[in-house]
């Protein structure tokens, strides 16, 4: 027996009807429908007098696999102690795998003191135990086991008779009289076409991709998105009309256009892990001249063969390996990262340029932000001798100003940190309010089902994004602390340093955290570049004039009748 608070409890908190519906359930669809499962649960809420309900939906959400929006959101709820009951149709609503079911079931509800109902199964923890429960979830997994096997069965019955198993493909669209059959899409179509007639004359991927962007074409993501085409990608691309490499390349390699159906070119291991897997192309099955073809056989076959003969790009340094600063040079100005070269007239000639530049990597920085490697490592090598330098003449002092910038930065992130939390979690609230107040209404019949449904799970997309957003910055900010730690580590890579007088890839990721390279400035020997080196844990290092200490203007020859002139200020300079 219940005692009168813990039923008052339960009363006052929230009570979760879970419904969930997976599109693999066959005959059982319309008994097991949303509306007729919220339905059902409801009046069964009312006769267990439990008042304060709320629905949480999962359709087309496979019982499998736990990872699903609404389950999701009810857990947040327990979690936040806001629900005390949970009641579902019956037990293959809430999962179809039993060992998942179990952990649920017998530790995380009386965990949480959650009392749990699967209405159909006659199961109630009010009452105790149910050894009958265990059993039914075995046979739900096994059920879906099965279901798995029928599915597949027919999907490979579907596939080797050629009717195309995957999504059409940029350019095509579904026939609205035969879903089973492709049609070409006049508008898309001509921009494939566009595409390997760009290819036939010779021009690259990244040429390619630069034309369309230009020409402002939604990208495929973005113009099955704006399109209302479910397809998978990002949600929303940041520049719809920015076309990609790879994109284009796997444009045309598509067999597909040439009118050719071709299936099982993915798997999945097995019911559970719904992860596709590329099949080898042996494994496929080809179906030609299914479908109104939007590339002649005889040009894709004349692309392959001009993609086959394409060299690769010889490696950009010596041997392949990458430059020892590879990973460390950003934009000054748009903080994308440099990409290492070779000169290809003078191969002994290696440099640095950013790899958003508008004019040869079609980005959108206006300067190539040049430097020459033999310089920068010449700079950086002087930079952390000045370091070292100080360090060793007047370690008290420089001590001081790591501790005064290391605590004033970590301040400054932890202010920020604290003000983004209070705002996400300010918004997690209003949100949850918005679909309280939705439910409402639509309890109250003043919203239609589909209106119910489309903003339901638009918030708890969104409260799914706030959670994820609120945990990492707590993450953080717990981590913020552990900056000051990070001194101490400095300190003990410069007097490593001292003694090796030499750039290592090791010491560097002890050190440096990143360096910005901003373009030059001036002509002739007036030419001015600066660079701003960020190191580990402290950031930007300013170290004043100490009386002890003159400042010294380093000369580097980086090659013969050429010198690097090295000027410590606020931000590195370097004149050749």
């Known amino acids: 027996m219940q005692s009168k608070n ?24 319309e008994s097991n429908s949303i509306l007729n499962q919220k339905r059902m649960l409801e009046k069964k809420a009312k006769e267990y007098g ?30 936040a102690g806001y629900v005390t009951t949970v009641m579902v149709k019956d037990l293959s609503r809430l999962g179809r795998y039993a060992p998942e079911m179990g952990i649920y079931m017998d530790s995380y509800f009386p965990e949480h003191d959650v009392r749990f109902i699967a209405v159909n199964d006659l199961v109630d923890s009010a009452e105790g135990e149910n050894e009958i429960a265990p059993f039914k ?10 279901i798995s096997k029928k599915v597949r069965s027919a999907h490979r019955i579907r596939g080797n008779c050629g009717e195309p198993l995957g999504q059409p493909p940029y350019g095509y669209i579904k026939d609205p009289l035969n879903k089973k059959k492709w049609i070409i899409e006049p508008g ?6 566009d595409i390997f007639k760009m290819c036939m004359e010779g021009k690259g991927n990244e040429t390619i991709a630069r034309i369309l962007s230009e020409r402002k074409l939604l990208a495929p993501t973005a113009y099955w998105l704006d399109r209302g085409i479910k397809r998978g990608g990002k949600k929303v691309p940041k520049e719809p009309w920015k076309w990609k490499c790879e994109t284009i390349g796997k444009i045309l390699s598509n067999q597909e256009y040439c009118g050719d159906v071709i299936n099982f070119k993915t798997y999945s291991k097995n019911f559970r892990n719904k992860k596709r897997i590329n099949n080898p192309e042996e494994n496929w099955v080809i179906f030609k001249d299914v479908h109104e073809p939007i590339i002649e056989r005889s040009v894709f076959e004349r692309v392959q063969e001009m993609k086959a003969k394409t060299k690769r790009r010889a490696p950009k340094n010596n041997g392949g390996e990458k430059h020892l600063l590879s990973d460390y040079l950003y934009c000054g100005d748009c903080h994308s990262k440099l990409w290492y070269h070779t000169n290809t007239i003078n ?7 950013c790899s958003n530049y508008a004019k040869d990597y079609r980005g959108t920085c206006p300067t190539r932000h040049y430097i020459r490697a033999d310089a920068i490592e010449q700079v950086v090598m002087l930079e952390l001798r ?32 604290e003000d983004e939390i209070n705002k996400a979690v300010a918004r997690n609230e209003k949100v949850s309010g918005l679909y309280e107040k939705l439910y409402e209404d639509h309890a109250e019949n003043k919203i239609s089902e589909e209106w119910f449904m489309h903003m339901s799970q638009k918030y708890e997309a969104e409260r799914m994004e706030l959670k994820s957003k609120i945990s990492r910055l707590r993450r953080e900010l717990a981590e913020a602390d552990a900056l000051k730690l990070g001194q101490e580590s400095f300190v003990k890579a410069i007097r490593k340093f001292l003694q090796m ?16 390279i901003f373009e030059t400035e001036g002509t002739g020997k007036n030419r001015t570049q600066r660079i701003t080196v960020y190191y580990r844990f402290v950031g930007y290092i300013e170290i004043p004039e100490v009386p002890k200490r003159r400042r010294e203007n380093y000369v580097a020859d980086t090659r013969q009748g050429v010198s690097v002139e090295y000027v410590p200020q606020i931000a590195a300079g370097a004149t050749a």
């Open 386 to 417: 000045r370091l070292a330098t100080f360090l060793q003449d007047d370690e008290d002092t420089f001590i001081e100003i790591l501790t005064n910038k290391t605590n004033c930065d970590i301040l400054k992130e932890q202010k920020y940190l």
């Open 501 to 516: 007088q030499t750039l290592t890839k090791p010491l560097l990721q002890e050190l440096i955290d990143h360096i910005d």
């Open 188 to 193: 898309t179509a001509e921009v494939v076409q």
């Open 347 to 353: 191969k002994e000639i290696h440099f640095f340029s």
């Open 6 to 29: 813990k039923k008052l409890n339960m009363i006052a908190g929230i009570t979760a009807l879970y419904c969930r519906l997976s599109r693999d359930e066959g005959v059982d669809v």
């Open 50 to 79: 439990l008042k304060n309900t709320r629905c949480y939906v999962d359709d087309g959400y496979t019982g499998t696999n736990f990872n699903r929006p609404g389950f999701q959101q009810m857990i947040d709820d327990i979690e």
């Open 137 to 146: 979830n075995v046979m739900n997994e096994m059920y879906a086991r099965d």
